[in-house]
């Protein structure tokens, strides 16, 4: 036994030969543990037939792309014997055998069904709260948000991901918001910071945050609360104290240029 088989039967990941074709060549020990099918039992199979079939269109175009000699890494689910699902991500790699004819297609695979579980639930709990959670890079891009954002602004987590969170933030705010992420760069947690923030149907919004940078990842953990009721009373209750002192000032303009007579006993 070579040194690469050797690798290839103690590795705790999945490995997996497939042709050109799709169908599978050999297949590792981790593989036969995990999914729980005996090499004999996929060998000659088709590599389609053990996923799932929602992810068969996503998996279908990453052949496609390997049967073109393009390397790409990709995640879908994969059928077990028991009839339960692994999660599996994948890196792929086409590669040509000295002596066979058609390009073959290396497959490591990796279980991270734990994980998954764990990120849903963890969505699950995130998603029965009120307060507005997001992680950030230090390049001003928000790389997770909670699903109540997408209650508070009406975009969705794909579109709030997808630009920096400058672009969503109201022009007049901008200054202030990048003296704050500078600030959360030089390793400053932010406390009740308030901006504006678009929303999908062109109002905005005040979001009050609470950001904590860890430098060492270069990420930073975000609180936010919607504040935008408080703040409309706020400036409302401004407004009305402005308006009443003009009234005040108005009044005392008036009666000073008011010119009083009396007698000498005072009438």
Partial sequence: MNLEQR???????LYCLVD???FIQQVNPAFEKILGFAASEV??????????????PATT????????????SYHNRYRCKDGSEKFVEWIAEPAM?????ERLIYMVGRDVTAQKRLLEEQE???TVGADLLSIGTFDGVLTWVSPSWEKALGWTKEELTAYPWLHFVHPEDHEKTQQAGQELVAGVELISFEN??????????WISWRSRPFPDERII??????VTERKLAEMSAQEALKESEERYRTFVNTVSSVVWTTNSEGY
């Fill in 61 to 72: 175009e990453a052949l496609e792309a390997l049967k073109r000699g393009i390397s790409t």
């Fill in 7 to 13: 690798f290839f039967n103690l590795s705790p990941d």
């Fill in 196 to 205: 504006r923030y678009l929303c999908k149907d062109g109002s905005y919004r």
């Fill in 20 to 22: 050109i074709h799709g």
């Fill in 97 to 101: 055998e000295e002596g066979v004819e």
């Fill in 43 to 56: 060998l000659a199979q088709p590599y389609l037939a053990l996923v799932h079939l929602n992810d068969v």
């Fill in 124 to 126: 699950r709990f995130f």
């Fill in 221 to 226: 953990y975000g609180v936010a609360v919607d």
